[in-house]
């Protein structure tokens, strides 16, 4: 886990499947979230792709859902 804020869980991840703008996120080897993207990855048109280090938002409610916030450059 990297960041707890009011209701909210951020936890890295990498970016197994996309399927018609929902992405599979392993958090950890047990661990997938199924993901959309955030309204401003959307609006700025980042591409999001199989194997991408993403930064997920999940709600500590459900936690099998959420939104990819930010995308890690490549090193």
């Known amino acids: ?3 707890c804020d009011r209701d909210r869980m951020q936890f890295e991840g990498i970016v197994v499947a ?3 703008g929902k992405f599979t996120v392993q958090v950890n080897p047990t661990y997938n ?9 959307r ?3 980042v591409r999001i792709l199989p194997g ?3 930064k997920v938002e999940v709600s500590e ?6 939104r990819i916030v930010f995308r890690m450059k490549a090193v």
């Open 18 to 20: 996309d399927n018609k």
């Open 33 to 41: 979230v199924l993901c959309t993207l955030a309204g401003k990855i």
């Open 43 to 45: 609006q700025n048109s």
């Open 61 to 66: 409610y459900d936690t099998t859902q959420g």
């Open 52 to 54: 991408d280090r993403v």
């Open 1 to 3: 886990m990297v960041n």
